[in-house]
């Protein structure tokens, strides 16, 4: 098993156990998705004040493990989506795949969209 089946696996035993220890109701997966990226929301807050987000304020000194703590929450809820959802460890990894592939496409204007197609050719002169 790879690490993201292992991951996958993981997060669909905790979500079960979870239901179950806190006696959740059976939402189904449109109604999970809004309250887990709901969740994402709060956890993308509190990865911006781990990275002095508020520029009016004093920075602080990053503190890299409350980072990687905050980074690992956001998997959670993201992995919990797929699995609400029907999306595998492997139809995420490919999906990933094409994506990042279409993005580097993008990036070297090799596109018909012409937001990328500018940028590309701007960096080549």
Known sequence: MDRLEHIFELQERFDRDLARRRQLPDYNPAEWVQKEA?????????????????????????????IKGELVDILHFLVSMCLKTGITAEEFYQGYLAKNQENFRRQQGLTDRPEYVAVARDREE
């Open 38 to 66: 709901l969740a994402m929301v709060a956890e993308l807050g509190e990865l911006l004040d781990e990275v002095n987000f508020k520029w009016w304020k004093n920075p602080h000194p990053l503190d890299h493990e409350a």
